[in-house]
C-alpha cells in the first residue's frame, strides 16, 4: 500500500503487540469452538425431545423489535471496529460497550432457539453463528490476560443484511416502499455492508502481516510470529482499494502488501463481481416480475386487514375499482386500519389498471397478481389462505347486452373462490338484480350479493323517512356506477368537475388566529375564494349544548369566530382544509380532543346535546 504518514494514529509501539496473529487466532479458536458447543447441544436435545407440538408460527411484533434493535446494535458495533482502527490501543471504556451490545446478541440468539425449542437446524444459520461469534469474541476480550484491540467486531455488517431482509419479509418496510424500492434498498445496503467487510478484512491483513510459523528442531511448532506487516494502512485506504477494484477501475496506486492479502484480494475480485453483477440482475428481474404480476404479496406488518379483490372490475380497470379503492383507502382513514390490498386478474393489466397501480394509493396499497382462483399456487402467493374477505366486482361500466355475461363471470369466480378457500368471507357486485338467484344456484348466499340496481328500489322508502337522504344516494350511486369516458366531448368539462367535487369530503378542524373575531360567513366566504375550501359548520359554546350549527347559525345569531372553535369544512384533503382555517396543529385529528371537551361541558352543564 502507499505509505502514509500515520504516527498520530500510535500512541505506543506497545499497541502493536496488541495486533498479533497469536491473540487474533486465539480469539478465533473461542469463537469457531463456543459454535460448535451450541450445535452439539442443540443437536443432542432435537434428538431427544419431541418436536410435535411445535406449529408454524408467524413472526410478532417482539420479532420485528428485536430485529430493528439487532440491526441499530450492529451498526454500533462496526462503529467500534472504526473507531479501534483509528485509535490503535486497547480501551477498557469501548469493551464495556461491546460487552452491552453483546449481552443483547445472547439474548436475541437465546430467545430465537427457545421460540423453536432449541431445533438444530435453528441452531444451524448464519444468524446463530454471529451472534455466538460475537458474544465469544467479547468473552474473549473480557477474561483473557492478553486482549487486543483488533477486534473482528465488523463482521456484524452481515447480520445487518440478515436482520434487514427478515424485517422485508415481515412486511416492515411495505408500509413505506413498494418492492422495488424495497429490492433497490436491500441492493444498496448489501453494496455497502460487503463493500465494509472487505475492507475490513484487508485491513487486518495488512496490521497483521503474513504469519511465520516458528518450529523447532523436531518439526513441531512452537511460535507463531509476524513478518511485513503494514501499520500504516487505514481503513478509508482499505475502503478505497475495495471500491475501485469492485468498480473494475482500477487505479493500481495501491496495490496489497502482503501475501494473505493479496490471496484475499483475489478471492474479493471473483466474488464481489459475481455479486454485483446479480443483484443488478435480480432488481431488473423483480421489475419485470412485479410488471407482469408474477410477484408474491407479503403482508405489512402495520396492516391489521388483507383482503383480495377481482373480476370484471380489476381485469379492465375501470371507474368502479378507482373509486371502490379511493372509499376503502380514504386519507382520513388512520394509516394502521387501512388494508392490504391484493388486486387479482387472469389478464395481463391494460392500461385501465396500470393507470390504478400507479397511482398513489395504488403504489402504496395495492399488489397486483395475475392468476386464476381456480390455481392454488395463485393463491398463495396472493396469500389468500390468510386474507379477511374477498370482493368480486363486476364492471358497472360494461355495455348494456353485455350484463348478463358480466355477473355470469362474477358469479363463477366468486363460486371457484369459495370452493377453493370455503372459510374466506366473499363479496359480489352484481349488475342485474335477479342474479342473486344465480348467486343461490351456484351455492352463494345472496345476502353476500350486492346488485348496482338495489338502490333504486331503497331511495323511495328512504324519501319518506328522511327528505333529502335520496338525492344524497342517487349521487353516491352515481359516483359509483358512472363510466363517463363514452361520453361527447362537449359534455366533458362539466363532467369533470362534477367527479372533482364528488371527491371533496367533510373534515374537522379548528379555527386559527387569523380568522379570530370574524363572522363566520365573511371567513367562509375568504377561505373558499383563497383555498377552494367549504366553511360548512361551526360548534358551538357548552352553554348552547357543544352542537355543530350549520351556517354559523347558533340561537338565530350569526357566530363570531375565535381561535380554536372547531369547524366543518369540505375540502379536497385534510391538509389543504388546515391551511385553509390556519390551524396551530398540523395533525388531522387534533380537533377532536376539543370537540369532545365541549360537548362533555354541556352534558355536565345538563344541556341537552
Not at 31 to 52: D, E, G, H, I, Y
Not at 106 to 121: E, G, Q, S
Not at 313 to 331: D, K, N
Not at 528 to 533: A, I, K, M, P, S
Request: glycine letters at 6%; proline letters at 4%.
Amino acid at each position: 500500500m502507499s505509505e502514509t504518514d500515520t504516527s498520530g494514529l500510535m500512541p505506543s509501539a506497545a499497541a502493536y503487540e496488541e495486533a498479533k496473529w497469536s491473540r487474533v487466532l486465539a480469539q478465533q479458536a473461542v469463537a469457531f469452538s463456543a459454535f460448535a458447543a451450541v450445535l452439539v447441544l442443540t443437536r443432542l436435545w432435537t434428538s431427544f425431545t419431541s418436536t410435535k407440538f411445535l406449529r408454524r408460527r408467524h413472526k410478532n411484533q417482539v420479532d420485528t423489535f428485536l430485529a430493528l434493535t439487532d440491526i441499530v446494535c450492529s451498526t454500533a458495533s462496526m462503529f467500534i471496529f472504526v473507531a479501534q482502527s483509528i485509535i490503535r490501543e486497547y480501551q477498557v471504556g469501548i469493551t464495556a460497550v461491546e460487552v452491552l451490545l453483546s449481552s443483547f446478541y445472547a439474548v436475541a440468539f437465546v430467545r430465537r432457539l427457545w421460540v423453536k425449542n432449541f431445533d438444530f437446524a435453528i441452531a444451524f444459520t448464519f444468524s446463530t453463528f454471529f451472534d455466538v461469534y460475537a458474544v465469544s469474541v467479547i468473552s474473549y476480550q473480557v477474561f483473557s490476560p492478553e486482549p487486543t484491540w483488533l477486534t473482528p467486531t465488523f463482521m456484524r455488517s452481515i447480520s445487518v443484511l440478515i436482520r434487514y431482509e427478515e424485517v422485508m419479509k415481515m412486511g416492515f418496510w411495505a408500509s413505506y416502499a413498494g418492492e422495488v424500492k424495497q429490492r433497490l434498498g436491500l441492493s444498496i445496503l448489501r453494496f455497502a455492508c460487503v463493500t465494509f467487510f472487505y475492507a475490513c478484512v484487508g485491513f487486518c491483513l495488512e496490521i497483521l502481516g503474513d504469519i511465520d510459523l516458528e518450529v523447532d528442531g523436531n518439526g513441531a511448532i512452537v511460535g507463531i510470529s509476524e513478518r511485513s506487516p503494514n501499520y500504516d494502512t487505514t481503513l478509508l485506504t482499505q475502503l478505497y482499494f475495495v471500491v475501485v477494484t469492485l468498480s473494475t477501475v482500477g487505479y493500481g496506486d495501491i496495490t496489497p502488501a502482503t501475501t494473505l492479502h493479496k490471496v484475499f484480494a483475489i478471492v474479493m475480485i471473483v466474488s464481489g463481481v459475481a455479486f454485483f453483477s446479480s443483484e443488478v440482475a435480480a432488481i431488473v428481474a423483480l421489475k419485470d416480475e412485479i410488471d407482469s404480476g408474477r410477484g408474491k404479496y407479503r403482508r405489512s406488518r402495520f396492516r391489521n386487514a388483507h383482503i383480495i379483490i377481482l373480476g370484471g372490475a380489476v381485469t379492465s380497470g375501470s371507474a368502479t375499482l378507482q373509486i371502490f379503492l379511493e372509499e376503502l383507502l380514504h386519507p382520513s382513514r388512520p394509516n394502521s386500519s387501512l388494508p392490504d390490498v391484493v388486486l387479482m386478474s387472469e389478464e395481463a393489466p391494460g392500461t385501465g389498471l396500470r393507470r390504478v397501480l400507479t397511482s398513489a394509493l395504488g403504489q402504496a396499497h395495492v399488489k397486483f397478481i395475475r392468476g386464476s382462483p381456480m390455481d392454488q399456487a395463485d393463491l398463495a402467493r396472493a396469500d389468500a389462505a390468510n386474507a379477511d374477505m374477498a370482493f368480486v366486482l363486476g364492471n358497472l361500466s360494461v355495455r348494456d347486452h353485455l350484463t348478463e355475461a358480466e355477473d355470469e363471470d362474477t358469479i363463477l369466480r366468486a363460486s371457484l373462490l369459495q370452493r377453493q378457500l370455503p372459510g374466506l368471507p366473499v363479496r359480489l357486485l352484481l349488475l342485474r338484480s335477479w342474479a342473486k338467484e344465480m348467486a343461490r344456484t351456484a351455492g352463494i348466499n345472496p345476502l353476500s350479493c350486492l346488485t348496482s340496481g338495489v338502490l333504486n328500489h331503497c331511495r323511495t322508502a328512504l324519501a319518506v323517512r328522511c327528505p333529502g337522504l335520496p338525492v344524497l344516494l342517487t349521487t353516491m350511486y352515481s359516483k359509483l356506477a358512472g363510466d363517463w369516458s363514452q361520453l361527447p366531448n362537449s359534455m366533458m368539462p362539466w363532467v369533470r368537475e362534477y367527479f372533482t367535487s364528488m371527491r371533496h369530503d367533510v373534515y374537522g378542524a379548528q379555527i386559527g388566529a387569523a380568522f379570530d373575531g370574524m363572522p363566520f360567513l365573511e371567513a367562509a366566504a375568504k377561505i373558499y375564494e383563497e383555498h377552494d375550501v367549504n366553511l360548512l359548520a361551526v360548534q358551538s359554546a357548552p352553554e348552547n349544548g357543544g352542537r355543530l350549527c350549520p351556517a354559523g347559525m347558533i340561537g338565530g345569531h350569526l357566530h363570531v369566530l375565535s381561535e380554536g372553535d372547531v369547524v366543518m369544512c369540505l375540502g379536497q384533503d385534510v391538509k389543504r382544509v388546515l391551511r385553509a382555517v390556519g390551524s396551530s396543529s398540523k395533525h388531522p385529528e387534533a380537533w377532536r380532543a376539543r370537540f369532545h371537551a365541549v360537548r362533555t361541558a354541556a352534558a355536565r352543564m345538563g344541556i341537552r346535546r
